[in-house]
């Protein structure tokens, strides 16, 4: 076993529900990481599994020396399981990767080759998206469109969290505590050199996809609250856009009544109005809500995720110890329980 400083890659893998592919995955993945006879450490990220995923994580563990298991509490969503992963990597350069192949672990060797020219952070782009469908692949497309235009960041478009970070971006990238985590976004705002490697998605080796329409939906708004306030403008802007309308009819109707003397029938009218405006305010308090609503939550400090569970040659040397840690999220806290 390599000292944490000799480490040179660390690959990071975080798991929900994935006893159909890890084992396969993970043949691939050393088979690959033999090829670059560097040293390296595997560590998966169990997310709250509810499968047989942690027993088949463990069982490997068993007999691979470079597998490292951090074992959550229960699900704390992707972001925040990857954010776990970086944070216990030791590696000179981290790779993030998900575990149904269709990010093919042989990208990793173009990964290291161009990490090796001085680039500190190599992103992966998929040329093709195999296996996703055509309004999948249209709303991620209009996705990375809008996002860019919010935010104004250079996020690169269908771009995943594959990727290579060397050490000190991911040093960078641990200063970054917030609790609403948009990690691509997170990727491209600490800068450092990057670059770009192409390559083709595969299908979904077995399995479900966790990622549903409205859990996209929840990501999407995510991203674009965590990096953009150009929302709220929209909705300032739609605001004084409504008031002039309704000034000008107003203006119409008294215009009517100084003419004809009569007032303007038009109770169909007054209703639609009045639920269009409705809809204006609903619409405008519903997006100063997403902003309140993320305020509050990183107001109240909560760690970003807690680990139940850490299987490695350190875990190994404490079991003795009737001492269990409990480890979390924040980086300058760590529990102690007996």
Same mark, same amino acid.
């Given at each position: 076993?390599?000292?944490? =400083? ?8 975080? !798991? ?42 463990? /069982? ?7 597998? +490292? ?5 229960? =699900? ?39 990490? $090796? ?5 190599? =992103? ?12 999948? +692949? ?13 935010? +104004?960041?250079d996020i690169p478009d269908n771009t995943g969290d594959f990727r290579l970070i060397d050490r000190k971006a991911a040093e960078a990238l ?25 390559? $083709? ?8 996809? +966790? ?49 004809s003397g009569n007032q303007m029938p038009g109770y169909s009218t007054l209703i639609i109005i009045i639920s269009f405006l409705c809809g204006?305010?609903?619409?405008? /308090? ?10 509050? /939550? $990183? ?20 079991? $003795? ?13 760590? !529990?102690?329980?007996?």
């Open positions: 076993m390599c000292e944490k =400083n000799d480490i040179e890659l660390s690959i990071i893998v975080p !798991v929900y529900n994935e006893s159909e592919t890890i084992t396969l995955f993970h043949e691939r993945l050393i088979t690959v990481l033999e090829q670059l006879s560097k040293s390296f450490e595997i560590i998966y990220i169990n997310d709250g599994s509810s499968d047989t995923t942690l027993e088949i994580l463990i /069982n490997l563990y068993v007999f691979d020396k470079h597998i +490292k298991i951090i074992n959550l509490s229960r =699900n704390f969503g992707k972001e925040k399981a990857l954010t776990a992963g970086i944070d216990y990597s030791s590696g000179q350069g981290i790779i993030p990767i998900d575990a149904d192949l269709q990010d093919p672990p042989e990208v990793i060797i173009e990964l290291v080759k161009k990490w $090796e020219e001085g680039y500190d952070i190599v =992103n992966a782009k998929r040329i093709t998206r195999k296996g996703d469908s055509f309004i999948k +692949k249209i709303t991620a497309r209009l996705f990375y469109k809008v996002i860019r235009s919010f935010s +104004k960041m641990k200063r970054l505590r917030e609790y609403h985590r948009f990690m691509k976004g997170l990727f491209s705002w600490i800068g450092f050199k990057q670059t770009t490697v192409l390559y $083709e998605r595969a299908p979904r080796y077995a399995g479900k996809t +966790k990622w549903n329409y409205l859990s996209l939906l929840n990501f999407a708004i995510d991203g674009i609250t965590s990096f953009s306030h150009v929302p709220l403008r929209i909705s300032s802007l739609i605001g004084v856009i409504v008031s002039l309308i309704s000034f000008g009819f107003g203006i119409y109707f008294v215009f009517c009544i100084l003419i204006v305010l609903l619409m405008t /308090n519903g997006i100063m809500g997403e902003y309140i609503g993320r305020i509050y /939550n $990183e107001t109240k400090h909560r760690d970003l995720y807690i680990v139940r569970d850490i299987f490695d040659a350190e875990a190994d040397a404490d079991a $003795e110890n009737d001492t269990t840690k409990v480890y979390s999220g924040n980086l300058n806290n760590t !529990v102690l329980r007996k």
